[in-house]
């Protein structure tokens, strides 16, 4: 449906019609591919959202759907899936990618040139704040993870904490990979750390015997793994297969089931990890008690928490815009941020106060599943980064990094 036609339902039908109409949102998501699962949940998650949004009383009195298009994790696939969602579909918001190696081509190719707002949930690289700083997004870009410029930052001082002075590298060979062992390596170097050798590799192999083998060179006490659960059980299993230690410091999307019952619990109880954390909120606790029941799925997939928030806030976003004019939404992201707004959360009631405030014309403050969430100008978020080890098969929370403790460990190496 067209603004036009929006506008005529409500003018017209009043809350009568109010379930006929519909608003369409985008969604490109990894449901297949090296990032399956990732993306499975996220779309899980955006539905969820969507759900609550519309008992709550829906979007402008219409009723938030999906058209979700698989990306099968590959960056060509994803600009044809967008493309087509923006020039056939006409929609006003795209909700993906999942991994930075999709994102970065939608944004490029499609929703900037477009100016469709465009919100990824788990795409974490530094070379989405570069291009907002240079005034290559038009503004339309956010997303509800933080930088790898700070999680690498933060992998390396866990790491040099737990002992690992003298590692081996092996990342997947894209953005996202480059980007976080490119932060990771200047921080750790800078700490004191040790890197025997960086071994890129490319994804959906079926053997990775020969990385794994040039991995070991220079006899490392540990892995630092980038990668994702399907490419990184194989990568994991040849390195233990070939007698490399059985010691680990893990990247975000590694907090993965399948992942360690792939590889074998037993061979994992010195892994360590880091994702972008989460500060508590009761939309925390509404998220964990229930999504499992909506999508079957297990809510501490790396990308769930952060997909139902970023479903929350384009929903309210619409709501608040009052129209389906993308930079209208654009603009309404920050108002439903405002860090001096009302404090409002995730599920039916909370989603309706929300709601409720926006027709007083009232900014309010998503304090999601992730914690309190506040853009800044290109659309990054900041927040505290959680450190977590693997224990007899299970992940486990060993700490948590404040965004200042990370921003002063910045600052103390120079700004890197």
């Known amino acids: 449906m067209g603004p036009a036609a929006l506008w005529l339902a409500l003018a017209t039908g009043g809350a009568a019609h109010a379930a006929d109409c519909s608003i369409t949102v985008g969604l490109v998501m990894e449901l297949t591919g090296p990032a399956g699962e990732y993306g499975q949940a996220g779309a899980k998650s955006v539905e969820m959202a969507f759900r609550d949004l519309n008992a709550a009383g829906g979007a402008q009195g219409c009723k938030l759907v999906t058209d979700t298009r698989d990306s099968h ?74 930088s790898d410029a700070l999680q690498g930052v933060a992998a390396a001082k866990y790491a040099l904490d737990k002992g690992l002075k003298k590692i081996a590298v092996i990342h997947v060979n894209n953005d996202f990979g480059v980007n976080m062992v490119k932060e990771f390596a200047v921080a750790y170097k ?9 071994t890129p590799y490319n994804e959906k192999q079926s053997s990775y015997d020969s990385e ?114 993308p930079l209208a939404i654009r603009d309404a992201i920050y108002k439903v941020t405002d860090p001096k707004g009302t404090p409002v959360g995730a599920g039916q009631e909370g989603l309706a106060k929300a709601l409720s405030l926006l027709k007083e014309g009232k900014p309010i403050r998503y304090e ?49």
């Open 73 to 146: 994790s590959t960056g060509t696939l994803a600009v044809d899936a967008a493309t087509q969602l923006v020039q056939l579909k006409h929609v006003p918001v795209i909700i993906g990618g999942i991994i930075s190696s999709v994102t970065i081509p939608i944004l490029t190719a499609v929703t900037a040139p477009a100016k469709v707002v465009q919100v990824s949930p788990a795409s974490s690289s530094p070379t989405l704040t570069e291009l907002g700083r240079q005034g290559k997004t038009n503004g339309i870009f956010f997303r509800t993870i933080t």
């Open 190 to 198: 800078a700490l004191g750390g040790t890197i025997v050798s960086t």
């Open 212 to 325: 794994a083998t040039a991995a070991m060179s220079g006899s490392p006490d540990a892995l630092y793994l980038v990668s994702t659960p399907v490419d990184g059980a194989t990568i994991a299993r040849a390195w233990v297969a070939g007698g490399g230690p059985q010691k680990f410091l893990l990247n975000d999307g590694m907090n993965s089931p399948d992942f360690i019952d792939s590889v074998g619990a037993q061979y994992l109880n010195d892994a360590y990890g880091t994702s972008s954390g989460t500060a508590p909120t009761p939309s925390t606790t509404y998220f964990n008690d229930n999504y499992k029941t909506f999508s079957g799925l297990d809510p501490a997939n790396p990308a769930a928490d952060r997909s139902y928030d970023a479903g929350a806030i384009v929903g309210l976003a619409i709501a608040a815009a009052g129209s389906q004019e």
């Open 368 to 416: 999601g599943v992730i914690g309190p969430i506040a853009f800044d100008k290109v659309g990054d978020i900041t927040g505290p980064f959680r450190l977590w080890k693997i224990t007899d098969g299970k992940v486990t929370t060993t700490g948590e990094m404040s965004t200042d403790e990370v921003n002063a460990l910045k600052a103390k190496l120079g700004g890197q």
